[in-house]
Each structure stands twice: as structure tokens, then as C-alpha cells.
């Protein structure tokens, strides 16, 4: 093992040094030893990337497209990205404003660090995926955080709210079909956010990876309700089950793409050749392949939702994604860290606790139902029998 110079030991990243670790992975490494566990805790799709893809991107690697991609992407995977996002969910947009990046986490990581200064304002509506807020403070912003629940929207109401002691601010995340609640906003309830948010000059980082996995109401995108002030950002890894492909993309007015490419060609350069052209065929005979796993979601969502809600467990019906973010039967408190901990130790089911998502996540569980519906029906008889004998 190497032995570092003592006098190096105090060098730190000061604003990383004040953010911990991802909390779900730490839990998912921690219960994963555990004997005969099921774990329910990543966002990871169960499904096998589809034939066709998989085919494109051998032949792209024995056709040797193994050098550096232009650093916002191939063309041709830009205008498809354009296309589709016109096509599908009514933008305007061209190929020069769309960067292609490595997932969308990137999208986000280059888009904060792009267009914000140490000290700006970015309101997070909570429970969130923890990735925004902390990438916010590693770029020394002021994040605030605005706690949703229990429906876990983002109203106009609230954000008047929040306005009202941060009228500075110069953002708002949203990511909706959300994670970790699987909630999503009716046309009705995204049209009004969109007029109250256009009454200010904060911009939108639109987090829509989700988007293809809607199951009641059409995903109504802010690519087609506030393009002059939102960032689309968006990827394969859902729609697509591609999560090791490591493609995403965001989209949105020339201006502020040039930044956040700037950002991006500073941070990773590129995105691997061959996984961009696994991306454009997803795009030009792909279209269909997120409704194929959609429809088993849905159906696996019913099974799970009614199986928790037997034995106590509330939680809002997910319109899109494959979370279920669920409320504690009244018996076990708010302590969703212990109860998590002995479900993993007792049940051999792992979840993750919603406290690590935010204000409002207190006292809720999260569950992946990305998962086998054989293991999901495992997984609901030993929670069933937990609780009842608890």
C-alpha cells in the first residue's frame, strides 16, 4: 500500500470535503452481503439492452470507431436527438443546440458548473435525487431546498413561496417522472408551474430521463412549454436500459449549450464513438423499445403497490419511472435508517431509506421495482411477513 507524504494529507477539495459519499450506494454496499438478499435499492433496469443495439455497437467497435468523437457529439446523433425531441415531445430544436454527454449526470454536473457562480441561488424541490443539490455546493451555490411533501409536486403556491425569501435566485431542478417517488405532474399541473416559473428569470434544468416510462398521461415536456427558459436534459439509461452505455444529452437555447459544451469538453473531452452510434440507432428503430418495458413496469408497479399498501405501507400511485416511495406503517415511527437496516438483517429485502433524499423523505422507504416480477413477488410475501410480525 502507498504511504502518503504526511504534509499532503490535509489537501481537500473545502466544499466536497462538506458532502458525503452517495448514501444509497453506501446502503446498497453494506446489505449486499447479507445472505439470500433481494435488493430493491438501484435504479437500475432489469432488461437487457435490445439485440438491435447491441449489434450496432459490436459493429461499430470491429469498424473501428474507436477514435475521439467531436467533443458536442457526432452529428448525425444530434440532429436524431433534435428529431426526436421535436417529434416526440413537440420542441424546436436543432442540432447545434444539443450536447451529447456522458449520461445525464453529466448533463448536470456541466450544466451547473457551465452557467453558475459561486454563491447563486438553486431551488431543489425535495425528496430529490441527492446528485443535484450536491453538485450545486461543490459549485459553491446556495441551494435551497423546498420540501414537497406529502404530494410531492412543486406548485406554483410553493414556489412563491420560496421566491419570496430567495427572489434571487437564479435556477430550479425538476425532474419529473421523479426519483425517488415515481410521482409526475398532470398536463394541468405542469402547464401551471410553467406559467408561474415564466414570470420570473430563473432557468429550468428539466431532468426528463423518465420521460419514455409515463403510464397514465403523456409526458408534457418543458421542451414544448418554456423552451427560452429550460435546459432539457435527458439519456439513454431508462428508456433503454443502455445505464453502461453512459450517453445523455441536453438540449436547449444556443447561448447557454455553448457554455455548458465548454464546461463538458473541459471535464470529459468526449463520449466513447462506439456507444453514440449504439445511441443514434436507439433513435432511428429504437423509438418503440421503451414501451415494451414500460408495459411490464406498469403492471410490476400495480403488484408492488398493492402489495404494500396490505400490510400498511402509503405511498401516491407513480405515474411514470419504477419507484415506489412509501410511507412506514405506523408501528415503526420515522426511523426509515433502522427500519431499513433490520428489513435488510430479518426480511433479506433491501431498500433504501427515503431520509437520504431530502426534507420530506423522512420516514418513507424507497423501492426499485426495476426488478424480475418473480423476485418482486419475494420480495412483497417477506415484507408482508415483517410487518406482521412487528
Not at 500500500?1 to 504534509?7: D, F, Q, W, Y
Not at 465548454?262 to 432511428?284: D, F, G, I, N
Not at 431520509?355 to 420516514?363: A, I, M, Y
Amino acid at each position: 500500500m502507498t504511504e502518503l507524504k504526511p504534509a499532503l494529507a490535509q489537501l481537500g477539495n473545502k466544499a466536497l470535503a462538506t458532502i458525503e459519499p452517495s448514501a444509497i450506494r453506501a446502503v446498497d454496499q453494506n446489505i449486499s452481503n447479507i445472505p439470500g438478499i433481494i435488493k430493491l435499492t438501484l435504479g437500475e433496469p432489469d432488461f437487457a439492452v435490445p439485440e438491435h443495439i447491441k449489434r450496432v455497437t459490436e459493429a461499430a467497435i470491429r469498424d473501428d470507431w474507436s477514435h475521439y468523437a467531436p467533443s458536442m457529439g457526432y452529428m448525425d446523433l444530434r440532429e436524431n436527438v433534435a428529431k426526436y425531441l421535436n417529434e416526440r415531445f413537440g420542441g424546436q430544436y436543432v442540432a447545434e443546440e444539443v450536447i451529447v454527454t456522458v449520461g445525464a449526470t453529466e448533463s448536470i454536473a456541466a450544466a451547473l458548473g457551465g452557467l453558475f457562480n459561486p454563491g447563486d441561488t438553486l431551488i431543489v424541490p425535495t425528496p430529490e435525487f441527492p446528485l443535484y443539490s450536491a453538485i450545486g455546493r461543490m459549485n459553491g451555490m446556495n441551494v435551497v431546498e423546498v420540501n414537497t411533501a406529502p404530494e410531492f409536486i412543486m406548485t406554483p403556491e410553493r414556489l412563491q413561496t420560496v421566491l419570496a425569501a430567495h427572489p434571487d435566485a437564479k435556477a430550479i431542478v425538476l425532474n419529473y417522472p421523479g426519483n425517488p417517488t415515481g410521482v409526475t405532474y398532470t398536463h394541468a399541473q405542469i402547464k401551471a408551474l410553467a406559467a408561474a416559473i415564466a414570470q420570473t428569470d430563473m432557468l429550468v434544468l428539466s431532468d426528463e430521463i423518465y420521460a419514455e416510462l409515463s403510464y397514465d398521461e403523456d409526458h408534457l415536456s418543458l421542451a414544448k412549454l418554456l423552451p427560452e427558459q429550460t435546459l432539457l436534459i435527458s439519456g439513454f439509461s431508462k428508456s433503454h436500459a443502455m445505464t453502461g452505455y453512459r450517453v445523455g444529452y441536453v438540449a436547449g437555447p444556443k447561448e447557454l449549450t455553448a457554455q455548458v459544451g465548454k464546461m463538458h469538453q473541459y471535464m470529459v473531452t468526449t463520449v466513447a464513438s462506439p456507444m453514440q452510434r449504439a445511441a443514434v440507432e436507439a433513435l432511428v428503430n429504437g423509438r418503440d423499445d421503451a414501451a415494451k418495458m414500460r408495459d411490464v413496469y406498469h403492471k410490476r408497479r400495480d403488484l408492488v403497490l398493492a402489495g404494500l399498501k396490505e400490510v400498511g405501507f402509503d405511498a401516491p400511485t407513480p405515474g411514470g419511472a419504477f419507484y415506489i416511495f412509501a410511507k412506514m406503517p405506523a408501528q415503526f415511527g420515522t426511523d426509515d435508517v433502522q427500519f431499513v437496516y433490520t428489513l435488510a438483517k430479518e426480511a433479506k429485502v433491501g431498500l433504501v431509506p427515503g431520509s437520504v433524499f431530502g426534507p420530506g423523505g423522512e420516514g418513507y422507504v424507497r423501492l426499485s421495482y426495476a426488478a424480475s416480477t418473480a423476485n418482486l413477488e419475494e420480495c412483497i410475501r417477506r415484507i408482508q411477513n415483517f410487518v406482521r410480525t412487528h
